[in-house]
């Protein structure tokens, strides 16, 4: 049997900040056995609420997003 590794979650979060800050946003690519799809979520107060995205940071977010959307699949 072939195996591969993917990589599936990408955090963008500022430099030396700890990967469970709150400033963290997680980009994943998900498959709920309906096709691969991006999903977008921010760890706040132990649950994942609306997304808040600074100027600052939102190059480096769409960055990351436009390259998960590249790695989704389709079966």
Do not use: H
Request: net charge negative.
């Amino acid at each position: 049997m072939l195996y591969e590794t993917r990589t599936v979650k990408i955090v963008v979060c500022p430099a030396n900040k700890p990967l469970y800050d709150i400033e963290c946003t997680y980009i994943e690519i998900i498959d709920e056995a309906g096709g691969e799809f991006i999903a977008i979520s921010q760890e706040r107060d132990d649950s994942y609420k609306d997304v808040r995205i600074t100027p600052e940071e939102w190059n480096v977010i769409q960055k990351a997003v436009n390259d998960m959307i590249k790695q989704c699949r389709t079966y």
